[in-house]
């Protein structure tokens, strides 16, 4: 995808339309109960996409996608995702949103999340990063306070 100067890439688009087409994914999804399966679908210049499942109870690190947007849309189960949420002057909380098969998320170049399989079934997502994920922090909450826990990169961790 090739997008011009200026212009955002509609991420969960691109997100919607890989997750609706699921014939067309090189793999079919596994399941891992030792951890998360994750699996590249689309890896073009300045915009990448992976199929991940999740078992219940697995889930994401607090992270950020290292400058990178994107987007996630759930193709079945449900995922929890928790936001970083700062009130003026306060301390830091999670915010938690589930996100039910079908629904999408899109968000920007500085957005920490966590998301988590709180369910009963396993879920299957479609992730979309641009540009392609090079670096990403993990983070913990202590004392309302993001602190950096490590970061991981491209090659070496995933």
Partial sequence: MIVAAGVRADHLTTARRLAARPDDWDVAPRFDPAQRWYHRLLDEPGLEAWLLTWLPGQQTDLHDHGGSAGAFVVVSGTLTERTV??????????????????????????????????????????????????????????????????????????
Avoid: C, K
């Avoid at 098969?101 to 299957?124: D, K, Y």
């Fill in 85 to 158: 949420h700062v009130p003026s002057g306060g301390d830091a909380t999670l915010v938690e949103r589930a996100l039910p098969s079908g629904a999408g998320r899109q968000f920007g170049e500085h957005h920490v999340h966590q998301i988590v399989n709180a369910g009963l079934v396993p879920a299957v997502s479609v992730h979309v990063y641009g540009p392609e994920l090079r670096t990403m922090t993990r983070f913990r909450l202590e004392r309302g306070r993001l602190v950096v826990a490590a970061v991981d990169r491209a090659g070496a961790q995933w």
